[in-house]
């Protein structure tokens, strides 16, 4: 049996999230892609390494196959896709040796189903503290396991991550924000000096001619081109990294 698309797009993703860049997990434990530690076998997971989006897929589909191999080896009685889908989720998060020692399995083999909701709900800490992101992936596992879905759209406001830094946009980088700066202010310092040298020309071609030959005009277009390059390069480098 394996975990279904919907399970894997609607839980797993969701609140794992994809870091192409290692991270550490409020555990401490180096962590890269969509939640992938070095404990889920390769690839090791050291400070400072990167994946690319394609790669993260194939990690996730690699470890996936491991726990739902250990998922249907630990179960003893049938289940629906939803509740394989919810176990392998479990498994994938907390681990296949927490699965096995927990009460959780107890109840699921004494298909004590009722009870599972409640299982689910003590799986909430990560690093030693309840983590609001475990809070709802386990609301979203217990809505799972009875049969229903949410849509997408709506899914979007669970999309915590208890193992993962926040995802960065442009607007949030300081030295982005300082290249927009540096640009406005040379943008008004040659904005001041083709303002004096139209004033000054008497045609078109003087006034081109006198701008470039003059070094006030040349300093500050260097300082609007040098801030648009820091802009740009941090933009790249966040699309690619996400810090």
């Given at each position: 049996?394996?975990?279904?698309?919907?399970?894997?797009?609607?839980?797993?993703?969701?609140?794992?999230?994809?870091?192409?860049?290692?991270?550490?997990?409020?555990?401490?434990?180096?962590?890269?892609?969509?939640?992938?530690?070095?404990?889920?076998?390769?690839?090791?997971?050291?400070?400072?390494?990167?994946?690319?989006?394609?790669?993260?897929?194939?990690?996730?589909?690699?470890?996936?196959?491991?726990?739902?191999?250990?998922?249907?080896?630990?179960?003893?009685?049938?289940?629906?896709?939803?509740?394989?889908?919810?176990?392998?989720?479990?498994?994938?998060?907390?681990?296949?040796?927490?699965?096995?020692?927990?009460?959780?399995?107890?109840?699921?083999?004494?298909?004590?189903?009722?009870?599972?909701?409640?299982?689910?709900?003590?799986?909430?800490?990560?690093?030693?503290?309840?983590?609001?992101?475990?809070?709802?992936?386990?609301?979203?596992?217990?809505?799972?396991?009875?049969?229903?879905?949410?849509?997408?759209?709506?899914?979007?406001?669970?999309?915590?991550?208890?193992?993962?830094?926040?995802?960065?946009?442009?607007?949030?980088?300081?030295?982005?924000?300082?290249?927009?700066?540096?640009?406005?202010?040379?943008?008004v310092g040659?904005?001041?000096?083709?303002?004096?040298?139209?004033?000054?020309?008497?045609?078109?071609?003087?006034?081109?001619?006198?701008?470039?030959?003059?070094?006030?005009?040349?300093?500050?277009?260097?300082?609007?081109?040098?801030?648009?390059?820091i802009w740009?390069?941090?933009?790249?480098?966040?699309?690619?990294?996400?810090?």
């Amino acid at each position: 049996m394996q975990m279904s698309d919907a399970g894997i797009n609607s839980i797993l993703k969701q609140f794992e999230g994809c870091k192409l860049k290692s991270y550490k997990c409020p555990a401490g434990i180096e962590t890269i892609a969509y939640g992938h530690t070095s404990a889920a076998g390769d690839p090791i997971v050291v400070p400072g390494m990167t994946v690319t989006a394609q790669q993260a897929l194939d990690i996730l589909h690699r470890d996936l196959h491991k726990f739902e191999a250990g998922v249907e080896a630990l179960v003893k009685v049938q289940l629906t896709q939803n509740q394989f889908d919810v176990l392998c989720d479990f498994a994938y998060n907390a681990g296949l040796g927490n699965l096995k020692s927990s009460t959780l399995l107890k109840k699921v083999n004494a298909q004590d189903f009722d009870a599972v909701p409640a299982e689910l709900g003590k799986w909430t800490k990560g690093g030693g503290k309840v983590l609001p992101g475990l809070v709802k992936r386990c609301q979203a596992r217990t809505l799972w396991w009875s049969g229903g879905a949410e849509h997408p759209a709506d899914h979007q406001d669970h999309r915590a991550e208890p193992d993962a830094v926040p995802v960065r946009t442009i607007t949030d980088s300081k030295q982005a924000n300082g290249a927009v700066a540096i640009g406005l202010l040379g943008s008004v310092g040659a904005a001041k000096e083709v303002v004096t040298q139209v004033q000054d020309a008497n045609d078109l071609f003087g006034t081109v001619i006198g701008l470039f030959g003059n070094p006030q005009f040349v300093m500050m277009a260097a300082i609007v081109g040098i801030g648009g390059a820091i802009w740009y390069w941090r933009k790249q480098h966040m699309e690619v990294h996400g810090v």
